[in-house]
């Protein structure tokens, strides 16, 4: 007996080598780190005892800082801490604002004012650079000015994972960043998105690959930063203050844990344009160009396998006859990594429409094949 037009064909088999190495993805990686041990809480008694220097890099951030600023001095975190606040070239009042707050809470709120970037270098690397001269702590801890702590235990928890990574402490730690919920589809993809690149590097770096964070919630020592020499690497590329720290620290020996626990994120508005948000999402993903060898496989094949599903389903569409083993693999596929997405977001507090787990899916690595063809053929990027 013949088999079936659709099981015959190469697609099939390449559409079912797809959802294999996304079942592995999916169960070794996400789900593992979904179901891990949780964090200590808070009030559990912990290793609170370092001063850490609190960094927020702005330009034109004026209503954001008015937010974000009470927010950080009201952190709960007794062996002390700085806010260090630099001003990189704003043209509204935040200089104005930030001396206002120094008047009355220096030592701890102190502010770095930048006139100038050198020609060539990249504006936000260069004024963290002298920010992070200006700190007077070990214990570094970053976050943007158009973020908010999720709790006034972030730095309590965020501080603790210097000490989770086991007989030593880490040099290094990446903490989720996410998005507040808003009307609409655009809203929902980029939490879905959001979620998704959390899921890769999270639990890589749960496994022991770690890649990447977001500099909206990171922290590290002064030593990691004197031992990847700063930005130097990477100094005159626009992204990557983050994700490039990252690579060259972990080149460099340095130990990276996580911390994960909702009540350390941080929490930022999401782009409310489609334009907005492909400029942002352009500027992220071109620093992926710098990435270490393995890095780049482990992410590319997890990312082809799930463009190629989708290009496999749709030719398997148009083959003849029999659609019953097409819609039995893509039926499973869909419920044990939507499965897995829904219990992932259930434990960073990230919630998302699980019946649109499907559509957003597809969109998502729709829309990250375009944004490799934009980067390919136009790699002009600029800061804010």
């Not at 972030?154 to 603790?160: A, E, F, H, K, N």
């Not at 020592?221 to 203050?241: E, V, Y």
């Amino acid at each position: 007996m013949l088999l079936s037009p659709v099981i015959s064909s190469p697609f099939f088999w390449l559409l079912l080598a797809c959802v294999l190495v996304q079942g592995f993805y999916a169960a070794y990686f996400f789900w593992s780190f979904a179901r891990r041990a949780p964090e200590p809480l808070a009030s559990a008694p912990g290793p609170d005892t370092e001063p850490v220097s609190i960094v927020v890099c702005a330009r034109n951030e004026l209503e954001n800082l008015r937010r974000l600023l009470p927010l950080l001095l009201e952190q709960d975190y007794p062996p002390g801490f700085e806010i260090i606040l630099i001003d990189d070239r704003s043209a509204d009042d935040t200089y104005l604002y930030a001396q206002q707050l120094v008047q009355y809470y220096a030592p701890r709120l102190r502010l770095v004012t930048i006139s100038s970037t050198p020609e060539g270098f990249a504006p936000k690397k260069y004024a963290l650079t002298l920010g992070i001269k200006a700190t007077r702590y070990q214990r570094l801890l970053f976050t943007d000015a158009d973020c908010i702590p999720a709790t006034n235990q972030w730095l309590r928890l965020m501080q603790r994972g210097f000490a989770n990574y086991g007989r030593q402490p880490a040099d290094l730690v990446v903490g989720y960043s996410a998005y507040t919920e808003a009307p609409g589809f655009l809203n929902q993809l980029i939490r879905y998105e959001t979620l998704v690149t959390a899921a890769q590097y999270l639990s890589f770096a749960w496994r022991g690959w770690p890649y990447m964070g977001v500099g909206r919630n990171l922290a590290y020592t002064r030593g990691c930063f004197t031992a990847t020499k700063g930005f130097a690497s990477h100094i005159r590329q626009l992204s990557g203050d983050d994700d490039l720290l990252v690579q060259d620290a972990v080149r460099q020996g340095q130990r990276v844990a996580v911390v994960a626990d909702p009540s350390a994120h941080t929490l930022s508005e999401p782009a409310p344009t489609w334009g907005g948000w492909w400029h942002q999402k352009r500027r992220h993903l071109s620093a992926g160009r710098a990435y270490r060898l393995a890095d780049r496989l482990r992410i590319g094949i997890f990312m082809t396998a799930n463009g190629l599903f989708y290009g496999s389903a749709i030719a398997l569409v148009f083959s003849p006859n029999n659609w019953v083993p097409l819609a039995v693999v893509c039926t499973l596929r869909t419920l044990f990594v939507g499965g897995v997405y829904a219990r992932l977001s259930r434990r960073l507090h990230q919630p998302v429409t699980v019946g649109l787990l499907p559509v957003l899916d597809a969109v998502y690595f729709f829309q990250y094949l375009a944004l490799g063809v934009s980067l390919f053929l136009n790699r002009t990027l600029r800061w804010k």
